[in-house]
């Protein structure tokens, strides 16, 4: 299987970077993993309705740039479907199973995710009604990719 996570910005932070490169490297032996960055729009902090939808186009369009015709996309949206890690995991045995073993997860930026990727992604997927940092999801897509995984082997990680 080959999962690629597509996030807006760039992780500066240490530890950040530190725990995905940890799972990112767990992951190594049993899965693809490619984790993109596309910049951010660069935009002043207070922004008009029309404005945001300009930031979240541009940052889209990034997106989109990355993403290969047969990839099965889910984006990580707030108003998504609430899975728990076996769902996870048995939503990828099930696309890996069935011929759709590149699978594209989105990280939008700090505004969300543009409607051309919305319209692009098969799935979409809430990790919860918290805001989290867009780039900690990073860290957390990562983690539960790990934990699906796992899951899917029958090993112990998850419990």
Known sequence: M???????????EKYLVQGIAEYSK???PYIKLQIIEVPD???PDSLSDAEVKIVKDKEGERILSHIKPDAHVIALALDGKMWSSEDLASELDKL???GNSHVVFVIGGSHGIGDEVLKRAQQKLCFGKMTLPHQLMRLVLVEQVYRAV???RGEP???
């Open 41 to 43: 729009e660069k935009a």
């Open 96 to 98: 890996g199973t069935y």
């Open 157 to 159: 990680y998850h419990k």
């Open 26 to 28: 767990r992951l190594t």
């Open 150 to 152: 796992k899951i899917n």
């Open 2 to 12: 080959f999962i690629q996570i597509i996030g807006v910005g760039k992780l500066k």
